[in-house]
């Protein structure tokens, strides 16, 4: 019996060191109030659990050795970007008053400039989108990169899959680079394995695995979606290397609805660097082999469109694309539309979008009626009525799962890409965005979220005031989780 005692004591002594060690951890770790507050909560309620979930996600931890490779090759992109910058000379007299602020906002924080001289082409329909990209892939003569975070094998994704062997049996250079959690099952495909054999480059990003987990956050994910054909033709936006009638049919959210951009002129080359230097962190291919073989060229002038390209993910500055996105809400001074399939603000982006609110612009948030997570529709819901009471439109998408990320201001300008209206997004993964500084773009991009409104359903405040109080319950439970999302 005494010796149960002391066992007994001794795991009381071992579990109250690990919740003052790790609390005071978090407290030094200086992140947001709402996350350590969050971490603070699971570490102190659940015994031992919550040092093992603080342990598993809690920090950015990319690993020791990935962290210095990155150290040493980021170095030399950073240089190669920078040549951007004496092409920079876009004519901001001609643009919105808060254009200018924003890129060099945007500079300082991703090192790349915005670059005038683009042409933007609007991809609404995921098939037109399909069959332009395999349109250009068998027009490639020299370089095919690209680059997902989903890889699901079944329709027109395969047809891209052939257009790729027939590339490279022309002899073009082709690469492939896809989350090794997103695109896991097509990894292990005979799809990826075909690929392989006729010589298309495979790579791994972000590997996964149960011994890795104990050194590496394993959900820090590769998002990007970057498609780069001969260094002159680029494609990124939502979509997923994913017909979306052969996947996740039975989610019960119905079909994804994806929008891409095709973009040609200086700023392909931004979109080509950042391939290659996720190409070069995951393969160790060397800078100088990939100058060589990159297909990366100076390109002109094609189109009106002054465009920045924005990557960002946890081995950059961590909080830049949040500073980039709450500057540009701030900028409305009259409308401001944000569509996103997953949104769940922290307390800077509620405040800066319930600002806007208040301060007189017609602030728009559309989101799917449905999406495929339970506790991110719930902690969503919590926020959603702090939006509705300060006069916020919140639509609720019909037509499927909404999938588009785009922020249009005024009319004037735009942000377009990857990036959801979460933690995860914004802290977490590997993103690409673009901001695009055309009233004509933007103009047409706000046409493509107004056919979204008119598929949706504008929430009512006193409708959904009076659901159960179970109800309100849970979803405010949630939201305490919402930083961890």
């Known amino acids: ?118 042409e933007l082409e609007l991809i609404a329909d995921t098939n037109d989108a399909f069959r332009a990209v395999i349109a250009d892939i068998d027009r490639a003569e020299r370089t095919c990169h690209l680059e997902f975070y989903i890889w699901n094998v079944g329709g027109l994704a395969d047809e891209v899959v052939e257009a790729l062997v027939r590339a490279r049996q022309r002899g073009v250079i082709c690469r492939v680079l896809v989350d090794s959690v997103g695109s896991r099952e097509f990894l292990q495909s005979e799809v990826a394995e075909r690929l392989r054999q006729e010589g298309v480059a495979v790579g791994e990003a972000l590997p996964g695995g149960l011994v890795r987990m104990l050194f590496v956050r394993f959900d ?93 993910g946890p081995a950059m500055r961590n909080e830049a694309i949040q500073q980039i996105l709450l500057m540009a809400i701030y900028a409305a001074r009259r409308e401001l539309v944000l569509t996103t399939p997953y949104f769940v603000p922290d307390e800077t982006l509620l405040t800066a979008l319930v600002s806007a609110a208040n301060r007189g612009v017609d602030v728009t948030v559309v989101v799917p009626a449905k999406v495929d997570s339970l506790l991110v529709r719930l902690a969503s819901q919590a926020h959603k009525v702090d939006l509705l009471e300060a006069g916020v439109r919140v639509a609720l998408f019909d037509g499927g799962l909404l999938h588009t990320k785009s922020v249009t201001v005024d009319r004037e300008f735009s942000l377009f890409g990857s990036l959801n209206l979460d933690p995860r997004s914004l802290h977490l993964n590997f993103e690409i965005t673009l901001s695009v500084y055309d009233g004509r773009f933007t103009s047409e991009l706000r046409q493509l979220q107004e056919s979204y409104l008119q598929q949706s359903e504008l929430m009512d405040l006193a409708a959904w005031e009076s659901r159960s109080t179970m109800a309100r319950f849970t979803e405010n439970a949630a939201r305490l989780l919402g930083p961890l999302l």
């Open 1 to 118: 019996m005494e010796y149960a005692s002391w066992i007994a004591a001794g795991v009381l002594a071992t579990d109250l060191l690990i919740r003052v060690g790790l609390s005071v951890r978090v407290v030094m770790r200086r992140r947001p109030v709402g996350v350590s507050l969050a971490w603070l909560s699971i570490v102190l309620i659940f015994p031992f659990a919550g040092a093992v979930i603080y342990l598993m996600i809690g920090e950015l931890r990319l690993g020791n050795r990935r962290a210095q490779w990155a150290a040493v090759i980021h170095k030399p992109y950073e240089e190669w970007l920078g040549d951007l910058r004496n092409r920079s000379d876009v004519d901001w007299s001609v643009l919105g008053a808060e254009c200018e602020p924003l890129a060099r906002l945007t500079e300082a924080a991703v090192g790349i400039p915005a670059l005038p001289g683009n």
């Open 220 to 312: 820090l994910r590769m998002h990007r979606k970057i498609v780069v054909i001969d260094g002159e033709v680029a494609y990124t936006g939502s979509l997923n290397m994913v017909d979306p009638r052969f996947f996740k049919q039975d989610a019960g959210v119905g079909q994804w609805i994806d929008a891409m951009v095709r973009v040609r002129g200086p700023a392909v080359e931004g979109l080509a660097i950042t391939f290659l230097e996720d190409w070069a962190l995951e393969t160790g291919e060397s800078v100088e082999q990939l100058r060589r073989t990159g297909g990366v060229h100076v390109i002109s002038e094609l189109g009106p469109s002054a465009i920045q390209v924005v990557p960002s």
